[in-house]
């Protein structure tokens, strides 16, 4: 298994432009959740799915964030229009409910917003 | 928002000794995980222990919970170079249909040296 796979690894932008975060969760694994990290925040859980569904968006700091599941293979976290302070990691996370319940982590994404 | 504080947030040791970090949270929880971050990576989960259960090993891992105090330990025996990471607690607000919400706490940085 390839793990939860995300692209890009690093992204920089300039304050404005939209941003599209990609994350792949491994297969058979009906949660999948958005996290931010930063120094100053540490870990932040920004919206999560189950089966394809959004569940709970409370963590999406503002109205530039939205995030979608078209189907159990794939997600993507948009910012629009970026904004210097979105800088941070974006990391995308799976589970498969009921075994374990622990998550899986992809890489992250790097974004600094310029 | 964060449930975990660790402590410390930064332990230094030699290789060979062993390593505590310490975990304290707010609300009740179903249980508590440990992950681990490499630097550049994503997190990896390590060990979890449910609240009815006091203590846990896995290799050189020992994990002990509290729910009375609200605090969980994790020790690293005989530590190595390679432990050298982020170490995090991460308590879980259990989902409907199963799946874990975990809320991470602030990490510990621990550096072994050789």
């Known amino acids: 298994d390839a793990g939860v796979i995300q692209s890009p690894r690093h992204e920089v932008t300039e304050m404005g432009q939209e941003v599209t975060l990609r994350c792949k969760p491994i297969?058979?694994?009906?949660?999948l959740f958005w996290y931010r990290q930063t120094m100053m925040r540490g870990l932040e859980l920004l919206i999560y799915?189950?089966?394809?569904?959004?569940?709970?968006d409370s963590g999406m700091p503002e109205d530039r964030f939205s995030a979608k599941m078209p189907n159990a293979s794939f997600s993507t976290l948009k910012i629009q229009p970026s904004e210097p302070r979105d800088s941070a990691v974006y990391f995308c996370?799976?589970?498969?409910?009921?075994?374990?319940?622990?998550?899986?982590f992809g890489s992250g994404t790097q974004l600094s917003v310029l | 928002s964060q449930q975990g504080e660790e402590d410390p947030q930064a332990l230094s040791i030699q290789e060979g000794e062993n390593a505590t970090m310490n975990c304290s949270y707010k609300?009740?929880?179903?249980?508590l995980q440990w992950y681990r971050q490499n630097s550049g990576r994503g997190l990896v989960h390590l060990i979890l222990?449910?609240?009815?259960?006091r203590e846990k090993h896995s290799g050189r891992l020992r994990v002990t919970l509290d729910t009375s105090k609200k605090s969980s330990s994790l020790l690293i025996t005989a530590s190595r170079a390679a432990d050298t990471a982020s170490y995090f607690c991460?308590?879980?607000?259990?989902?409907?249909?199963?799946?874990?919400?975990?809320?991470f706490g602030t990490g510990t940085q621990l550096k072994v040296e050789l």
């Open positions: 991460a308590t879980d607000e259990g989902l409907t249909g199963g799946g874990n919400k975990l809320t």
């Open positions: 297969s058979g694994h009906d949660y």
């Open positions: 609300t009740s929880i179903n249980n």
């Open positions: 996370a799976s589970s498969f409910a009921g075994v374990g319940e622990k998550l899986f």
């Open positions: 799915f189950n089966n394809n569904v959004p569940i709970d």
């Open positions: 222990i449910r609240s009815n259960e």
